[in-house]
């Protein structure tokens, strides 16, 4: 499926679809996240490679939360990724302030250490290194495949810097299939990177994609990545600064960004939840779901409270919704609360129903629930077409 632009413009007979409702996914800010521990990162790495299916990481930091913000194709591309993780700080810090059990930051450039040096069994990883600046991805390379390790580079390709459209013509992508690699990493800048792994999602053919921005560098090593103990305590960006300079703009504008989103989304969610456990008391509300199949779509009623302690209960409901193949709709008509859990279940079984060509429309959404899905930046959900 093309995913760069429209919905796909075919289907796939006899698809074997990912299993996302059984991702652990919270909807922050307007993009979802995998609430996920590094071993479990590189057990689903290595299920998609041996199933040979194309498996897109995105690596969320306060960049990519900020670019979300206002670029709906962006948004998309994490959206539509198969294992969205917390690479920066801040979305830790701000998930956990949210009450979101964030397990820990899994950056881009650790995943890509733990696949060169695997503490368990892990066949030899065939990477192919695209992007960056002249010269940086071919010396990575080399220092790969002069280096100890479980990785060979199997390849590098610098595009130079043309558009998306110009980095997607097909000797491009039939360089990067004919390696042989099962491990992508492109550097492009975050926007068009993104843009680069969902045009060309359907022509590659290597199964695991990932954008990591600063990695080549490391590997290439023209700069030096922070010390442990920075990087634990959330100061990485001032060691990024110290060696390129030239970011200290992008972080003092993001920064300003996330002043403005703590002041006018994250604030007044805390409030939301505060007014939510008053008025639920100490037990809290139940869930019942009732369904309804009609000819084209299937209508599922949810009466209580949509949030993270009864996802278990809603996951069966979703998936015989899902079997039926047809559009969805949800009925919010008695539904007293909703959270960052459930939200993540509604973009997951979203993301199904794009895939398939179908359409999730959410009905009866009373006020305050609508008003939670705004401040949580999941305002396109209330759309009648729910377009990601």
């Known amino acids: 499926m093309e995913m760069s632009g429209a919905r796909p413009t075919g289907r796939i007979p006899n698809a074997i679809w990912p299993d996302d409702l059984s991702r652990e996914v919270y909807g922050v800010l307007g993009i979802p996240l995998d609430v996920t521990d590094m ?73 890509f250490e733990a696949l060169k040096f695997p503490r368990d069994a892990f066949g030899r990883v065939k990477v192919f290194l695209f992007g960056a600046e002249d010269g940086v991805a071919a010396l990575a390379c080399q220092n790969l495949n002069a280096g100890m390790g479980n990785m060979t580079c199997v390849g590098s390709y610098y595009p130079g810097f043309g558009t998306v459209e110009e980095l997607s ?88 960004a996330l002043l403005r989103l703590m002041a006018t989304n994250v604030l007044p969610l805390l409030i939301f939840a505060r007014w939510y456990r008053i008025k639920a008391g100490h037990n809290g509300h139940d869930l019942q779901i009732a369904c309804r199949e009609g000819d084209t779509s299937v209508v599922l009623s949810l009466n209580g409270a949509a949030v ?38 509604l973009l997951m079984l979203n993301k199904q129903l794009l895939a398939r060509q179908l359409q999730l429309t959410l009905t009866g959404v009373q006020r305050h629930i609508a008003k939670i899905l705004c401040l949580n930046g999941f305002d396109f959900l209330l759309s009648a077409n729910s377009e990601s």
Not at 60 to 75: E, G, K
Not at 192 to 212: S, T, Y
């Open 308 to 345: 993270a302690r009864h996802v278990v209960k809603a996951l069966p409901h979703f998936q015989d919704a899902l079997n039926a193949d047809k559009s969805i709709v949800i009925d919010f008509a008695d539904t007293c609360s909703i959270d960052a859990r459930f939200i993540g279940l």
């Open 169 to 256: 013509d097909d000797s491009i992508i039939d360089e990067i299939n004919e390696s042989g690699a099962d491990f992508l990493v492109v550097a492009l800048g975050a926007e068009k990177g993104q843009a680069w792994l969902l045009k060309n999602h359907d022509r590659l053919q290597v199964p695991i994609r990932v954008h990591l921005g600063a990695t080549l560098k490391y590997e290439a090593r023209m700069i030096d990545r922070a010390p442990v103990f920075l990087r634990k305590m959330g100061f990485e960006w001032l060691w990024r600064i110290k060696e390129e300079p030239y970011l200290w703009s992008r972080y003092f504008k993001d920064g300003l």
């Open 39 to 111: 071993a479990t990162v590189l057990r689903r790495i290595k299920s998609a490679d041996d199933n040979a299916m194309p498996f897109l990481i995105s690596t969320a930091n306060l960049n990519y939360l900020v670019i979300s913000q206002s670029d709906y194709d962006f948004r998309k591309s994490l959206l539509l990724s198969d294992l969205c993780i917390a690479d920066g700080m801040p979305i830790v810090w701000i998930p956990r302030l949210l009450g979101i059990p964030v397990k820990e930051r899994i950056a881009g450039s650790d995943i």
